[in-house]
């Protein structure tokens, strides 16, 4: 396990997702990264049936293939948790208190590539039943380096060889001021929560007033 | 001083309070009217018994009796009426018996004899007598019916009861009733199996026992010994019969006497099985259920694991590929029991392997067993301490892996399961290993006589790790000894001796050329400690430098030697050693008889010329084999020689 940067890639105007993907794959294969395998990090958004204190709670099981045996859970402004499998089946049996919301399933799967130290994930983001790209993420474990800020130098540039401007979550920002701050396990799976968070949020918007970007964040990508 | 006495007066008069009633709920008490004149006559009225004649029992009777008739009555001497016109009514009755019995026509009176005659013992004596006569019946019924089950018991070995019981406590049988007939089960779940397979088996009274006995009088040869039992049981069709595992290796070239297995697959051979007791018939059935246990593990895991060369499985049989030109073959044989007559493959059926192959290994059977049982037990033992929400059977470590998050090579290691299939895999690689240099050691101990070599199997090892230790030393000395350990492992063979190492990828010709080596090692170590003894000098030695090729190690190279000279330098003796070939001895010629006529010091007679073999085996050593003794003998005799020639 080592530092590892999610970002989120931006679509082209008049190209589908697939074609984003499949040039990001290309590049990277170009580099010399090997597949080794497909990934998945999906997200379930549980709501409290019963007020808490006034309010509605929310809670977001983040599942990740990198971690097979455990699921990650977060209540939203509040602590998380890091937990056996088995808590699925534990929300499960408690559906008249927290139930989960329909449609509201969050994926990102796709191929898995190694290069040297680095770990390349391209992930498509996928919400509900609908099969079609919403958006694109990629992430990137520079594998023998556990501090933030000794890592983000070369991940940055794979960033800049690759053509993606770096533009990190506010998660990945506050780990980067703290000085020598290390990398704990739930990382990654908040990194993909906000991320799944912020093209939830894009949906809405584009719902609403018509004729917005396709794009979940507006970045300006170079080639 | 005495008192006067004055008496005191003590007024004693009746209470001016009438018995209370009862109380209202303000606290007045209403106390109970006191009863007028008239009213006192007739209660005490009411007391009279006319009829009583004064007895006190009677009087208590009536005292009982009289507050209910004065309740009951409405008028208050109407109880004395009544009483005083029963009393007429019988005074009258009287008079008139007195006057029919004056008349003694219908009735006399006689005085009454007061002695009853006592009638009652007799009477007392046969009822006794009857009674006892009916208990002693009881106990003879039931000294008769104790008899009749204790001479049933001993005509037959054991009650059906007692077998049950028995069958229940003592061999420990599971059985349980079912409706009418009693069900006992088979398979190993119990023990921690998760075959799914159907093992029951029904427990009967067995109904004729003479059929029993007729059956084993009819072939007294085959049969097991007397079946004296009171319990049949019946198992399914599919547990009926023998069934063993055949483990076997097979190499192409034949070299390790692993011959080919003809026939592919083996046949279900058909026998006829002999009456034979309820214990063997279900440990039989048992063993058929162990045994497909075992082969259907083997065959699920053939097909659905991923092998570098892909496992075949035909029927009753899986072959697996060890190496490139060895093969492991495990096939499940049955022997079906043969009821009918007809054209069905026949033996006489002993319960025993008679139709084991040559090539047929009980070590890896063995093996199998033992690796089923351990699975078997790690699944009925729970690793201690387990929380009770944990996954039942889960290591510390794999229900640590969802809270720290463990990544997949993380998690792999902390499920270490490694299937049947791959283990018996590993075994065998090790057990093909460990015969390869069995078999090379034993023929090279057979061949050479001269070191003599010792094999020492390690006690202590695994199925997969094994150590055979080697030690070269001569028949008459033990001083020199050459040591080998060959360390077998599933996958690798090593060799260690001395300082080296060699990695001997289960080349049989590899083994023997290191053990050649090692002989000529020894041969020349031996030659310079008996040269050391007989104080000859070493003018040169040098040992055996094999050059290894690449992939085989050929004979080549310098071979080994020794130059020795004897004491007084007159005799040099040169012994060469190479493996796989007898030493030769050579004696250095010197020039005979003069030189010329300036030289005429006795020195130089003794220049060096050709070297000439010498044949040892021409030396008269009946009792010796030994090279060393007998290089001993002839550097003894050469020094002697030199010696009376000299002076």
Redesign the interface.
Known sequence: MGVNCVISVPMEENKSGQYVITKLQKKIENLGAKKAGHFSVDCETYQSQIPIEGQVKVINNVHDTEYPASTFSFVENGPHLVADNTLDMLFAKMDSFYAPKKNFKIEAKGVRYELNDFLIKVGSVIIGQNTSVKGILLQIDYTPCILYNDSWGIITELLHILGINPNITNFFKSRLEKKESSVDYTDCAQQYLELFNSVRKSMTVNQQPPGMSSSPVMIQGRM | MALPIQSTEVSIEALQEYPIQSFQYDGKEISTEPLSMSENLSRLAERIDFTSDGGENVNEKNKEEAPATFQTSSWPWESVRNKLRSALTETSVLLDILTIARDRRYMSIESINNEVPDTRIPLNLISKKKGLNSAAQIIQDGIDRMRKTLQEQQSRSMDFHQELYNMRQRDGWKLRKVGNTIIGDLSYKSAGSRYTAQGTFEVKKSEDEDATHEGTSQSPGRAPPQINSSIQVSVPTELEGFVYIYASLIKDDGKLNFSDLSSCSPPIQYARIGKQSWQTHLDNAQYVIFCKEIFHQLSREAITMKFPLPNVVVGDQVLCHLYDDVKLIIAMCRTLPDEDDLGRVRSNFTPTRHFVRPTYSYVLEHNLHQLLREIHSRTATLPLPHPITG?IGATKR??L????????IE?EEAMPSISLLQQIIIQSKHYYLHTLVTSVLDDIAKEHIDPQIIVHHGAIGTAHQSMIRVFIFNSFSETTRCCLLFKIESDILKCVSGNSVFVVNRDAQMIRNILEEQICHHKLNSITLAIRLTNWNILSQQSYIPVRFHDDMKFGGKPGYVLVASPNRRRVLLVTCYPKQKCTVSLQRTSTGTLSDLITEEKWHDLSGNFEEIDLNCMDFTHSSCFATRMEALMCCLEKETQTNFY
């Open positions: 996954h794999r229900r892996a969802g809270p720290y998050a463990f990544g997949k998690l």
